[in-house]
């Protein structure tokens, strides 16, 4: 029915009508196109029958990657009703309900049903979002107690109240890298100004915990979704402190990626409920596969604060407590040690291609330098012939030959053009030319994919950059048992330990690769084998179950 944005604002404001005053910019969206009766009364019956017409119109106009910049991602009804029927099963009521990055307005319209005296209150960066909101209000008669506040939640002055505010939402995801300068700046000077300790790498939805924290009173209480990379990584510590300290964790309900608690971004969402002010004894934690499984934000393992307290991550405590190591079993960590792939600090430049002059082929060593070069290998990697080259020169150019060093002298004038004497790590190198590449690993490995990581023998000898890990034996081990371990790995098909991001990513840090466990070494063959006996039997299986079907 709706082609752009413009005809979605034109329909948005005939569903407002003419009572209500709007700002220049609400009323510029929508230009000169004008939106049909029949249009209007369908999408009015439509948000009166409880959809969300309007906000499923803006997603379809807006692309999943436009809105993933500004981390509009839109919440299932199902979690929405979760997090409400949470809310209203509390002891307090509150007077003032608080949507940041309200969109347009699924928590707020849940909010207004559900509490039909409390104040409301959306904040919303989009004008179009909040304009989409304000028709919903129109429509469904809560418009007289609604505010809408169009801007950035952690600007927001929060005026008192007699009595509890309720923050529900689902707060914008948005990495640090694209956060400015001047917010990172904020993030850390709020943080201090409470007694915690920030990392400026934190993503925007911990800005907004934070904000929260800041500006919530003793006896306001809430529920945010977000993606849960924050409950392992180093700088989502700040959330672990302000949840055991100030904004009174109550409960955390982990939703796997499979139950797709966003629709337009495959990633692990996290719902974190909060009593500020409270301490609890312990903290209820737990998973759900599906958004079905929600029905109560009140069930879950109970885990006592002081295990939390000491746990560097949180996601292993979701179960039965952390994962034990098998019996006869071993970490790679007793093997191995397991290091980053080198930082050239500038790819285009010592990534070998044809676009750069000519070097002496001494000093291009094969090399992995895209995760796919190692996914297309099943278990050993035994030819360099398709990888790319990476430029290895030495520090000290002194000794070379003179026609190497004309040749040389070339390629670093034109490394200088492409301004690669400038980066960071260029500049905190002994030279700024000379990479200084680890030796071959014994075994390589993706560490972050929508998958396991994936284990290779490097037979090629071929070195790595940072889009993978390498294994180095801490003693040397035969080249049978290698691949007995190779085999074991990619037949374990093992996520857990690492750290899941928004869009499914799965990440594994050295240390977590170390932490993960093979079979003793006398027992590796016999068990290896057996797990390729049950997989040839699985595919058996499924090639018979395709031919009958």
């Known amino acids: ?73 839109y919440t299932p009804c199902a979690i929405v ?13 509150p007077v003032r309900v608080v949507d940041p990055g309200a969109g347009s307005g699924r ?30 209000a129109c429509v469904l008669g809560f418009a007289g107690r609604l505010t809408i506040k169009i801007g950035d939640y952690r600007a927001l002055e929060l005026p008192e109240v007699n009595g509890p505010t309720l923050f529900i939402g689902n707060p914008p995801y948005v990495r640090h890298h694209q956060i400015s300068e001047e917010w990172k ?4 000077e ?10 400026k790498l934190a993503g925007l939805h911990i800005h907004f915990f934070l904000k929260t924290r800041s500006i919530a009173r003793k006896g306001d209480f809430g529920a945010f979704i977000t993606a849960a990379e924050w409950m392992d990584v180093n700088y989502g510590s700040i959330m672990r402190q302000m949840l055991a300290d100030g904004l009174g964790g109550a409960s955390l309900h982990l939703i796997e990626p499979e139950a797709l608690p966003f629709a337009d971004a495959m990633t692990t969402g996290a719902i974190t409920c909060f009593r500020v002010g409270q301490h609890a004894k312990d903290f209820v934690m737990r998973s759900v596969k599906s958004a079905k499984e929600l029905n109560t934000l009140s069930t879950g393992r109970r885990v006592p604060w002081g295990d939390l307290n000491k746990a560097h991550k949180w996601s292993p405590l979701i179960g039965a407590g952390p994962k034990v190591k098998p019996a006869n079993h071993i970490e790679l960590g007793e093997l191995f040690r ?37 996914l ?39 490394a200088r053009t492409m301004n690669a004497q400038d980066s960071y790590i260029a500049q905190h190198r002994r030279a700024w030319w000379s990479v200084g590449y680890k030796a071959p690993a014994s075994i390589l490995c993706t560490y972050m994919a929508r998958q396991a990581p994936h284990f290779v023998r490097n037979a090629a ?7 993978a890990h390498g294994l180095y034996l801490l003693e040397p081990l035969p080249i049978k048992t290698l691949d007995g371990i190779v085999r074991f790995l990619q037949l374990s098909d093992n996520k857990e330990g690492g750290r899941t991001y928004a869009g499914g990513l799965i990440k594994f840090e050295p240390k977590e690769l170390e932490r993960l466990t093979i079979p003793r070494l006398e027992d590796l063959h016999d068990i290896t084998a057996e797990m390729d006996a049950r997989a040839a039997s699985r595919r058996r299986q499924q090639g018979s179950g395709s031919l009958s079907a």
């Open 81 to 93: 009703d979760a997090m409400m029927n949470w809310a209203a099963n509390e002891t307090n009521i």
């Open 376 to 414: 297309a290998v099943n278990y050993v990697l035994r030819e360099d012939n398709e990888l790319r080259r990476v430029v290895d020169l030495p520090a000290d150019l002194s000794g070379l030959s003179s026609s190497e060093r004309r040749t040389i002298e070339k390629f670093l004038h034109w």
């Open 107 to 136: 928590y707020t319209i849940a909010a207004a049903k559900r509490f039909p005296v409390a104040a409301l209150l959306a904040i919303e960066m989009d004008v179009l979002a909040a304009l989409l909101l304000r028709a919903n």
């Open 461 to 467: 000898q071929a070195r790595h950059i940072n889009i």
């Open 1 to 73: 029915m709706i082609s752009s944005e413009k005809e979605l604002a034109a329909l948005a404001i005939k569903l407002i009508g003419d009572g209500t005053t709007l700002s220049a910019a609400e009323r510029k969206l929508a230009g000169t196109a004008k939106a049909t009766m029949p249009i209007v009364d369908s999408v009015r019956a439509l948000i009166l029958a409880g959809e969300d017409p309007l906000g499923d119109m803006f997603s379809q106009l807006r692309s999943a990657e436009l809105r993933r910049e500004r981390g509009a991602t």
């Open 185 to 188: 700046t904020w993030f850390a």
């Open 338 to 374: 397991v290091h980053r792939g080198q930082v050239t600090g500038g790819n285009a430049v010592w990534v070998y291609s044809d676009a750069a002059p000519r070097l002496p082929e001494r000093f291009l060593l094969p090399a992995i330098t895209r995760a796919r070069e190692l």
């Open 190 to 199: 709020t943080a201090r100004k409470l007694d915690f300790t920030a990392s």
